[in-house]
């Protein structure tokens, strides 16, 4: 058997996770009804991606291990700050909703 799969049905708000043995990459998600947060990683890749919904008003980041860079966004509706980290040159970047008439 090459290849495993889990999963859970989203009527019982649980996470519904696939494994595949052959291309060695792992995907989780919930559904957007229990406001959990939806990701998934590929060990081919080495990269990880995170989201929430934007009903949820959450952040939704992306951080890429080969790259070494990770991106934080949040909703402009939420007036929130939206960022940018890169791991490499150690710098962060700022910026705010012209609504709430921050500094950029």
């Known amino acids: 058997m090459k290849e495993t799969t889990y999963m859970r049905s989203l009527k019982t708000k649980k996470t519904i ?8 990459k792992t995907t989780c998600e919930r559904s957007l009804k229990t406001k959990r947060t939806i990701y998934k990683r590929s060990l081919k ?20 291990l080969k790259t070494k860079k990770t991106t934080c966004e949040r909703s402009l509706k939420t007036k929130r700050t939206i960022y940018k980290r890169s791991l490499k040159t150690k710098k962060t970047t700022c910026k705010r909703s012209l609504k709430t008439e921050k500094t950029t």
Do not use: Q, W
């Open 17 to 24: 996770c696939k494994r595949s043995l052959k291309t060695k």
């Open 45 to 64: 890749t080495k990269r990880t991606t995170y989201k929430r919904s934007l009903k949820t008003k959450r952040t939704t980041y992306k951080r890429s």
